[in-house]
């Protein structure tokens, strides 16, 4: 199967039609500059937080960036998430909460619950004015979330 989103139009149809083999990476990408995606500017400040709220439950529990890689990331990935520079995929927040026993609530609002016990005790005793005790929930319908 040959991906035409990939490839410019005029092989993509050529390609289609039968009419001539799939063109080399080189033809492809031929005259074109790789960019990276760059972040948002309203995702600066939580890719920054979210980096925050990393780097202390990592010190906290006493490991390394490359005990942390996740998946297919490397340390310099670990890295650039906890710095801030990038933003961390949910993909990988699951496992980085499985990891440090802590809840995608924490690593994205600062919301302490399903954080483990001991571990929501020693962050909240560090870092007081940023993270959030469990809101209380009064009923139906009702947003408790803290602002």
Partial sequence: MIALWSMPLAYASMAYKGKQEMPTRRLLFEGRRYKPRMMKEEDKPLAAAVGRRLLWVRLLTGKTQE?????????????????????????????????MQVSLDYIYRGHLIGVNPDLAQQLLKNHPEELVLPPIYTGWHKDTDPP
Wanted: hydrophobic share 35%; aromatic share 10%.
């Fill in 67 to 99: 005990e942390m890689v996740v998946g297919r990331a490397a340390q310099g990935q670990y890295s650039r998430w906890e710095t801030g520079e990038r933003l961390l995929p949910v993909q990988y927040g699951l496992e980085v909460c499985r990891r």
